[in-house]
């Protein structure tokens, strides 16, 4: 009898002791989760936080840049470009699709181009344009600022989709309007339509034409 009160009291024991197991066992995962939803939501909110100051940011950079944006943008809609050396040539682009002239020579420019060129560079070579066919042989080397160098050459219909004309870093502006003039010295002057565009969009906040607004940077 005493033993099989002693089994008994053993069997409730080992009973209790794996319950209170069981339940340590089931508590740990709970705990767990819970943690893993703190992380969580810690990690969205740092987000969000994040997010709200690179709006609030964004608002604060366009204020404060939109001025000198506007006056970089109205000065982008023209561009002058003084030539002199043993060069000549006169004529007119309505876009690099259609023209009349020619120019042929060597000289020293100073350069103030489409996607704010600014500088002194050396051009060789010669350009010919009778309505809707283009020949030329064109080299731009030598820059002293950020002028870009490049060596055109062909004669067929200029390809829109050429590297060179590319409207956010393009040396050329396809659609561009030009008139120029040389003896030795002479001028090109070049009206930029999409620099037009891009202008009075600024006005509303607009930068995709160009997507060369200044902002400030946020560290």
């Known amino acids: 009898m005493k033993k099989m009160i002693v089994i008994l009291l053993a069997g409730m024991l080992a009973a209790s002791v794996f319950a209170a197991d069981a339940k340590k066992g089931n508590a740990a995962p709970t705990a767990s989760l819970s943690t893993t939803e703190d992380i969580g939501y810690e990690a969205k909110k740092a987000k969000e936080a994040k997010e709200e100051q690179e709006r609030r940011w964004k608002i604060y950079s366009e204020i404060c840049c939109y001025l000198p944006n506007r006056i ?43 996607n704010r060129q600014y500088g002194i560079a050396f ?30 050459h062909g004669n067929n219909f200029p390809d829109e989709n050429n590297k060179i004309y590319n409207r956010f870093t393009g040396a050329r502006d396809y659609w561009a309007v030009e008139v120029y003039a040389f003896c030795l010295a002479g001028a090109k002057v070049s009206i930029h339509p999409i620099e037009i565009a891009d202008f009075f969009a600024g006005l509303i906040c607009i930068d995709s034409l160009k997507n060369d607004d200044m902002k400030l940077k946020l560290y």
């Open 72 to 114: 970089m943008d109205a000065l982008d809609m023209v561009s002058i470009d003084l030539k002199g050396g043993v060069y000549a040539g006169v004529g007119f682009q309505i876009t690099r699709a259609f023209g009349l002239g020619g120019q042929i020579g060597y000289n020293a420019g100073l350069y103030k181009d489409i």
């Open 123 to 152: 051009e060789n070579g010669y350009q010919a344009q009778l309505g809707f066919v283009t020949m030329e042989d064109v080299c731009i080397f030598n820059p002293i600022g950020n002028v870009q160098t490049y060596w055109q």
